[in-house]
Protein backbone atom coordinates (compact mmCIF):
# COMPACT_ATOMS: atom_id res chain seq x y z
CA UNK A 1 0.00 0.00 0.00
CA UNK A 2 1.26 3.96 -1.06
CA UNK A 3 1.34 5.73 2.00
CA UNK A 4 2.13 9.86 1.47
CA UNK A 5 2.44 12.54 4.03
CA UNK A 6 2.15 16.83 3.41
CA UNK A 7 2.69 19.01 5.48
CA UNK A 8 3.24 22.72 4.53
CA UNK A 9 2.25 26.63 5.17
CA UNK A 10 3.26 27.36 1.68
CA UNK A 11 0.55 28.10 -0.41
CA UNK A 12 2.71 27.69 -3.63
CA UNK A 13 4.17 23.94 -1.94
CA UNK A 14 0.43 23.28 -1.27
CA UNK A 15 -0.41 24.11 -5.02
CA UNK A 16 2.34 22.27 -6.69
CA UNK A 17 1.23 19.01 -4.18
CA UNK A 18 -2.33 18.93 -5.17
CA UNK A 19 -2.01 19.69 -8.71
CA UNK A 20 0.40 16.44 -8.92
CA UNK A 21 -1.77 14.56 -6.27
CA UNK A 22 -5.23 15.52 -7.80
CA UNK A 23 -5.51 17.25 -10.93
CA UNK A 24 -3.85 20.70 -12.04
CA UNK A 25 -5.00 23.63 -10.46
CA UNK A 26 -4.86 27.31 -8.95
CA UNK A 27 -5.24 27.93 -5.20
CA UNK A 28 -5.34 31.08 -3.17
CA UNK A 29 -5.90 32.03 0.48
CA UNK A 30 -3.98 33.48 3.74
CA UNK A 31 -2.35 30.91 5.41
CA UNK A 32 0.04 32.90 7.96
CA UNK A 33 -0.78 30.76 11.02
CA UNK A 34 -2.21 27.56 9.68
CA UNK A 35 -0.85 24.62 7.34
CA UNK A 36 -2.36 22.35 5.28
CA UNK A 37 -1.78 18.63 6.15
CA UNK A 38 -2.64 15.47 4.07
CA UNK A 39 -2.30 11.66 4.10
CA UNK A 40 -2.92 9.55 1.55
CA UNK A 41 -2.86 5.53 1.53
CA UNK A 42 -3.70 4.00 -1.52
CA UNK A 43 -3.68 0.94 -2.97
CA UNK A 44 -5.01 -1.01 -6.50
CA UNK A 45 -6.62 2.40 -7.91
CA UNK A 46 -8.71 2.53 -4.54
CA UNK A 47 -7.50 6.14 -2.99
CA UNK A 48 -8.18 7.49 0.76
CA UNK A 49 -6.98 11.03 1.88
CA UNK A 50 -7.53 12.53 4.74
CA UNK A 51 -7.21 16.35 4.58
CA UNK A 52 -7.13 18.95 7.08
CA UNK A 53 -6.79 22.98 6.16
CA UNK A 54 -6.80 25.60 8.60
CA UNK A 55 -7.80 28.45 6.47
CA UNK A 56 -9.73 29.09 3.64
CA UNK A 57 -8.58 28.01 0.59
CA UNK A 58 -9.55 29.01 -2.90
CA UNK A 59 -9.53 26.26 -5.44
CA UNK A 60 -10.10 26.16 -9.86
CA UNK A 61 -8.82 22.49 -10.58
CA UNK A 62 -9.36 20.84 -13.70
CA UNK A 63 -11.06 17.61 -14.45
CA UNK A 64 -10.63 14.45 -11.77
CA UNK A 65 -11.03 11.89 -14.22
CA UNK A 66 -12.07 9.72 -11.03
CA UNK A 67 -14.66 9.83 -8.97
CA UNK A 68 -14.01 11.73 -6.11
CA UNK A 69 -16.23 11.56 -2.79
CA UNK A 70 -15.57 14.43 -0.21
CA UNK A 71 -16.67 13.14 3.62
CA UNK A 72 -16.83 16.43 5.68
CA UNK A 73 -15.66 16.30 9.66
CA UNK A 74 -15.66 19.66 10.50
CA UNK A 75 -15.52 22.91 8.78
CA UNK A 76 -17.34 23.07 5.36
CA UNK A 77 -17.26 23.43 1.44
CA UNK A 78 -18.45 25.86 -0.81
CA UNK A 79 -18.75 24.46 -4.90
CA UNK A 80 -19.07 27.45 -6.72
CA UNK A 81 -18.46 25.83 -10.38
CA UNK A 82 -21.29 27.03 -12.94
CA UNK A 83 -21.92 30.10 -10.80
CA UNK A 84 -23.65 30.02 -7.25
CA UNK A 85 -22.79 27.82 -3.94
CA UNK A 86 -23.65 24.63 -2.70
CA UNK A 87 -22.56 24.36 1.15
CA UNK A 88 -21.58 21.24 2.39
CA UNK A 89 -21.30 20.65 6.08
CA UNK A 90 -19.58 18.20 8.60
CA UNK A 91 -21.24 14.51 8.86
CA UNK A 92 -21.85 14.95 4.64
CA UNK A 93 -20.15 12.96 1.90
CA UNK A 94 -20.98 14.22 -1.54
CA UNK A 95 -19.47 13.99 -5.02
CA UNK A 96 -17.06 16.44 -5.47
CA UNK A 97 -17.29 16.60 -9.23
CA UNK A 98 -18.28 14.61 -12.47
CA UNK A 99 -15.08 13.07 -13.41
CA UNK A 100 -15.34 14.68 -16.95
CA UNK A 101 -15.59 18.21 -15.58
CA UNK A 102 -13.43 21.01 -14.18
CA UNK A 103 -14.78 22.24 -10.58
CA UNK A 104 -14.06 25.11 -8.25
CA UNK A 105 -14.82 26.60 -4.78
CA UNK A 106 -13.65 27.25 -1.17
CA UNK A 107 -12.27 24.94 1.32
CA UNK A 108 -13.54 26.45 5.00
CA UNK A 109 -11.28 25.68 7.87
CA UNK A 110 -12.21 22.10 7.45
CA UNK A 111 -11.34 18.64 8.40
CA UNK A 112 -12.28 15.89 5.34
CA UNK A 113 -11.66 12.59 3.80
CA UNK A 114 -11.29 12.09 0.00
CA UNK A 115 -11.97 8.77 -0.89
CA UNK A 116 -11.43 7.96 -5.08
CA UNK A 117 -11.68 4.64 -7.65
CA UNK A 118 -11.84 4.39 -11.56
CA UNK A 119 -14.94 5.71 -13.20
CA UNK A 120 -14.89 2.50 -15.18
CA UNK A 121 -15.79 0.31 -11.92
CA UNK A 122 -19.72 2.47 -12.44
CA UNK A 123 -20.31 1.42 -16.17
CA UNK A 124 -19.57 -2.32 -14.60
CA UNK A 125 -21.92 -1.89 -11.48
CA UNK A 126 -24.70 -0.45 -13.58
CA UNK A 127 -24.69 -3.81 -15.51
CA UNK A 128 -24.52 -5.86 -12.83
CA UNK A 129 -27.45 -3.65 -11.56
CA UNK A 130 -29.53 -3.86 -14.72
CA UNK A 131 -28.15 -5.12 -17.34
CA UNK A 132 -27.41 -1.48 -19.00
CA UNK A 133 -24.72 -0.07 -21.26
CA UNK A 134 -22.89 3.19 -21.20
CA UNK A 135 -20.68 5.47 -19.20
CA UNK A 136 -22.59 6.75 -16.13
CA UNK A 137 -23.77 10.73 -15.59
CA UNK A 138 -24.37 11.95 -12.28
CA UNK A 139 -26.99 15.38 -12.05
CA UNK A 140 -26.25 16.17 -8.65
CA UNK A 141 -23.77 15.88 -6.08
CA UNK A 142 -25.78 15.18 -2.83
CA UNK A 143 -27.26 11.57 -2.15
CA UNK A 144 -30.76 10.96 -3.23
CA UNK A 145 -32.17 11.08 0.76
CA UNK A 146 -30.87 10.13 4.26
CA UNK A 147 -30.70 6.29 3.92
CA UNK A 148 -28.61 6.90 0.63
CA UNK A 149 -26.64 9.46 2.54
CA UNK A 150 -25.88 6.78 5.52
CA UNK A 151 -25.43 3.94 2.91
CA UNK A 152 -22.63 5.99 1.12
CA UNK A 153 -20.90 7.40 4.07
CA UNK A 154 -21.03 3.85 5.28
CA UNK A 155 -18.90 2.56 2.27
CA UNK A 156 -16.29 5.20 2.78
CA UNK A 157 -16.19 4.66 6.16
CA UNK A 158 -15.28 0.88 5.48
CA UNK A 159 -12.33 1.82 2.78
CA UNK A 160 -11.08 4.48 4.99
CA UNK A 161 -11.24 2.89 8.36
CA UNK A 162 -10.59 -0.59 7.05
CA UNK A 163 -9.25 -1.21 3.60
CA UNK A 164 -6.96 1.19 3.90
CA UNK A 165 -6.28 2.12 7.75
CA UNK A 166 -3.22 0.38 8.67
CA UNK A 167 -0.14 2.64 7.14
CA UNK A 168 2.56 0.47 5.28
CA UNK A 169 0.82 -2.77 5.28
CA UNK A 170 0.15 -4.48 2.25
CA UNK A 171 -3.54 -5.19 1.38
CA UNK A 172 -4.25 -8.51 -0.36
CA UNK A 173 -5.66 -7.46 -3.74
CA UNK A 174 -9.07 -9.13 -3.42
CA UNK A 175 -9.71 -7.11 -0.48
CA UNK A 176 -9.07 -3.97 -2.55
CA UNK A 177 -11.20 -5.14 -5.96
CA UNK A 178 -14.31 -6.30 -3.27
CA UNK A 179 -13.95 -2.72 -1.56
CA UNK A 180 -13.66 -0.07 -4.84
CA UNK A 181 -16.81 -2.95 -6.37
CA UNK A 182 -18.67 -2.28 -3.08
CA UNK A 183 -18.33 2.10 -3.63
CA UNK A 184 -19.07 1.60 -7.10
CA UNK A 185 -22.54 -0.31 -6.70
CA UNK A 186 -22.96 1.91 -3.45
CA UNK A 187 -22.32 5.43 -5.35
CA UNK A 188 -24.47 4.19 -8.31
CA UNK A 189 -27.87 3.62 -6.18
CA UNK A 190 -26.82 6.69 -3.75
CA UNK A 191 -26.33 9.55 -5.74
CA UNK A 192 -28.68 11.06 -8.46
CA UNK A 193 -27.65 10.34 -12.16
CA UNK A 194 -28.30 8.29 -15.83
CA UNK A 195 -26.78 5.64 -17.53
CA UNK A 196 -26.25 6.75 -20.71
CA UNK A 197 -27.67 4.31 -23.93
CA UNK A 198 -29.46 2.58 -21.14
CA UNK A 199 -31.19 0.16 -23.91
CA UNK A 200 -31.85 -2.65 -21.83
CA UNK A 201 -29.71 -5.28 -23.59
CA UNK A 202 -31.74 -8.05 -25.30
CA UNK A 203 -31.01 -11.81 -24.33
CA UNK A 204 -31.82 -14.57 -26.24
CA UNK A 205 -33.41 -17.28 -24.21
CA UNK A 206 -30.78 -19.89 -25.32
CA UNK A 207 -27.90 -17.52 -24.25
CA UNK A 208 -29.40 -17.66 -20.63
CA UNK A 209 -29.76 -21.50 -20.33
CA UNK A 210 -28.12 -23.91 -18.33
CA UNK A 211 -25.26 -24.70 -20.60
CA UNK A 212 -24.25 -21.31 -19.88
CA UNK A 213 -25.18 -21.88 -16.21
CA UNK A 214 -22.67 -24.60 -16.20
CA UNK A 215 -19.77 -22.54 -18.22
CA UNK A 216 -20.24 -19.65 -15.85
CA UNK A 217 -19.86 -21.72 -12.34
CA UNK A 218 -16.50 -23.49 -13.73
CA UNK A 219 -15.15 -19.75 -14.89
CA UNK A 220 -16.18 -18.86 -11.09
CA UNK A 221 -14.60 -22.07 -9.21
CA UNK A 222 -11.44 -22.04 -11.05
CA UNK A 223 -11.11 -17.83 -10.84
CA UNK A 224 -12.11 -17.23 -7.66
CA UNK A 225 -8.99 -16.37 -6.32
CA UNK A 226 -8.22 -13.79 -8.91
CA UNK A 227 -10.27 -10.29 -9.33
CA UNK A 228 -13.36 -11.07 -11.54
CA UNK A 229 -16.62 -9.52 -11.82
CA UNK A 230 -19.55 -9.99 -13.95
CA UNK A 231 -17.87 -8.56 -17.23
CA UNK A 232 -15.09 -11.51 -16.87
CA UNK A 233 -17.57 -14.19 -15.87
CA UNK A 234 -19.97 -13.29 -19.02
CA UNK A 235 -16.60 -13.03 -21.57
CA UNK A 236 -15.53 -16.45 -20.64
CA UNK A 237 -19.02 -18.43 -21.34
CA UNK A 238 -19.05 -15.94 -23.71
CA UNK A 239 -22.60 -14.41 -23.68
CA UNK A 240 -23.30 -10.90 -22.74
CA UNK A 241 -24.10 -9.77 -18.77
CA UNK A 242 -27.31 -9.99 -18.78
CA UNK A 243 -27.42 -13.31 -19.97
CA UNK A 244 -25.41 -14.79 -17.18
CA UNK A 245 -27.66 -12.65 -14.67
CA UNK A 246 -30.72 -14.66 -16.47
CA UNK A 247 -28.84 -17.65 -16.24
CA UNK A 248 -28.29 -17.43 -12.57
CA UNK A 249 -31.69 -16.34 -11.66
CA UNK A 250 -33.51 -18.47 -13.66
CA UNK A 251 -31.70 -21.60 -13.01
CA UNK A 252 -29.48 -21.09 -9.34
CA UNK A 253 -32.42 -18.67 -7.72
CA UNK A 254 -29.16 -16.01 -7.19
CA UNK A 255 -26.44 -13.78 -8.99
CA UNK A 256 -23.46 -14.35 -10.62
CA UNK A 257 -21.57 -11.86 -7.77
CA UNK A 258 -23.52 -14.08 -4.56
CA UNK A 259 -22.61 -17.03 -6.15
CA UNK A 260 -18.53 -15.97 -6.66
CA UNK A 261 -18.68 -14.86 -2.69
CA UNK A 262 -20.17 -18.16 -1.94
CA UNK A 263 -17.55 -19.54 -3.69
CA UNK A 264 -14.53 -17.18 -1.72
CA UNK A 265 -16.31 -18.08 1.80
CA UNK A 266 -16.30 -21.69 0.73
CA UNK A 267 -12.48 -21.44 -0.09
CA UNK A 268 -11.75 -19.71 3.00
CA UNK A 269 -13.58 -22.36 4.75
CA UNK A 270 -11.48 -25.27 3.69
CA UNK A 271 -8.27 -23.00 4.21
CA UNK A 272 -9.37 -22.13 7.70
CA UNK A 273 -9.77 -26.48 8.35
CA UNK A 274 -6.54 -27.04 6.70
CA UNK A 275 -4.45 -24.08 8.85
CA UNK A 276 -2.26 -24.34 11.54
CA UNK A 277 -4.24 -22.23 14.12
CA UNK A 278 -0.41 -21.49 15.29
CA UNK A 279 0.33 -19.48 12.11
CA UNK A 280 -2.56 -18.58 10.29
CA UNK A 281 -5.07 -15.85 11.77
CA UNK A 282 -8.95 -15.85 10.88
CA UNK A 283 -8.38 -12.50 9.63
CA UNK A 284 -5.70 -13.30 7.20
CA UNK A 285 -7.10 -16.34 5.65
CA UNK A 286 -10.65 -13.86 5.18
CA UNK A 287 -8.33 -11.14 3.44
CA UNK A 288 -6.66 -13.27 1.17
CA UNK A 289 -10.05 -14.15 -0.03
CA UNK A 290 -11.54 -10.42 -0.33
CA UNK A 291 -13.41 -10.39 3.30
CA UNK A 292 -12.33 -7.29 4.45
CA UNK A 293 -14.44 -7.13 7.45
CA UNK A 294 -13.93 -9.94 9.85
CA UNK A 295 -17.22 -9.10 11.48
CA UNK A 296 -19.24 -9.85 8.35
CA UNK A 297 -16.77 -12.48 7.52
CA UNK A 298 -17.59 -14.21 10.89
CA UNK A 299 -21.66 -13.61 10.70
CA UNK A 300 -21.75 -15.33 7.43
CA UNK A 301 -19.90 -18.27 7.93
CA UNK A 302 -21.49 -18.89 11.06
CA UNK A 303 -24.67 -18.57 8.72
CA UNK A 304 -23.62 -21.03 6.54
CA UNK A 305 -21.44 -23.63 8.37
CA UNK A 306 -22.91 -23.31 11.67
CA UNK A 307 -20.01 -22.40 13.38
CA UNK A 308 -17.37 -19.00 13.52
CA UNK A 309 -14.59 -19.55 12.02
CA UNK A 310 -12.02 -19.11 14.61
CA UNK A 311 -13.70 -22.10 15.99
CA UNK A 312 -12.89 -24.05 12.41
CA UNK A 313 -9.49 -22.90 12.97
CA UNK A 314 -9.09 -24.13 16.24
CA UNK A 315 -10.65 -27.40 15.72
CA UNK A 316 -11.08 -28.35 12.33
CA UNK A 317 -7.03 -28.28 11.93
CA UNK A 318 -5.80 -30.69 14.33
Given at each position: ??????????????????????????????????RARITRRAAGGLVSDRLEFGYTMAY?????????????????????????????????????????????????????????????????????????????????????????????????AHVRDHVLAAPGEEVPPLVVATAAR???????????????????????????????LRRAMAFVEENAHRDIGLADIAAAV?????????????????????????????????????????????????????????????????????????????????
Amino acid sequence: METLRFDSGSLEETEAFLSEAYTPMRIGGSPEDSRARITRRAAGGLVSDRLEFGYTMAYDAGCLHRICLVTVHEGSFADTTGGGERHFGPGETFLLAPPDRPYRGEVRGARYTITMFDPALLAEAAGTGGGFRGPVRFTGQRALDPAAERRLGSAVAHVRDHVLAAPGEEVPPLVVATAARHLAAVVLTALPGTVLDDRPVPVDGRDAGSGTLRRAMAFVEENAHRDIGLADIAAAVPVTPRAVQYAFARHAGTTPLAHLRRVRLARAHEELRAADPGTTTVAAVAARWGFSHPGRFAAEHRREYGTAPARTLREDAR
